[in-house]
């Protein structure tokens, strides 16, 4: 069953990126989930467009604290892992959280429309034009969750376990132990202890935990 009648705030993040994007359409319930449909176009800085895309984007329940899932409706992207499609046929705009901390809490649908959606089809007109991605990418699932911690962190695999033991709670460092970011400051009140009011993004390290420990 299909219902207009969706979350105020949703509503509102709807019709402000509207202005922007008006090929997208209204809001919408299914099967308990807020989801929406609709076209976006892809223009360049030079106002030159490069084509469109017709999507559905899914509104997670921790929406704003995560930011929204988006799908392309029409397979014009290769359901492969090489081109960024999760099993579930969502795209993968980038490592969880790497996403998650982009925004902070704080995503809004034209922020996450402009800063990763567009971008992320852009590049992939790019690379049907050209057979590469513009500015290269992390590889799809765990080697690609590696990658990004290896490029983030600058420390060898087994220190990015450590400290994602410590981010996710699974392990919990000593008193005295400085955290890892160079502030001087102890894990318990600085990462570790901003990084626990963020129960989305406490979850998302320690997935990222247990799928790089299984990889090792």
């Known amino acids: ?3 207009f009648i969706v979350d105020r705030a949703i509503l509102t993040d709807v019709l402000t990126a509207h202005g922007k994007h008006p090929g997208l359409g209204p809001p919408f319930l299914s099967s308990g989930r807020t989801r929406l449909h609709g076209q976006l176009e892809v223009i360049d800085d030079e106002g030159v467009r490069w084509g469109s ?12 604290q995560a930011p929204p899932v988006l799908f392309e409706d029409q397979r ?12 579930d046929g969502s795209l993968c705009l980038g490592p969880e959280v790497s996403e998650l901390r982009k ?6 649908l034209l922020d996450w429309l ?3 959606a567009l971008p992320f089809l852009a590049n992939h007109l790019y690379k049907e034009r050209t057979g590469d991605y513009l500015n290269g990418e992390f590889a799809h699932g ?3 969750i590696w990658e990004y911690y290896l490029d983030e962190w600058k420390c060898p695999q087994g220190e990015v376990l450590r400290r994602l033991e410590f981010l996710s709670g699974v392990k919990t460092p000593g008193i005295p132990e400085q955290c890892f970011c ?7 009140s600085c990462h570790l202890s901003n990084d626990k009011l963020d129960r989305v993004l406490k979850k998302a390290y320690a997935t990222d935990f247990m799928r790089l420990s299984r990889s090792t």
Do not use: C
């Open 182 to 188: 160079g502030s001087g400051l102890p894990w318990r």
């Open 142 to 144: 765990v080697q690609g």
């Open 114 to 116: 402009d800063r990763s």
């Open 103 to 108: 925004y902070m809490g704080r995503a809004s």
């Open 53 to 64: 895309f017709l999507v559905t984007i899914l509104f997670p329940s921790a929406y704003p």
């Open 76 to 87: 014009r992207i290769k359901q492969e892992a090489d081109w960024h499609v999760n099993n």
């Open 1 to 3: 069953m299909v219902s």
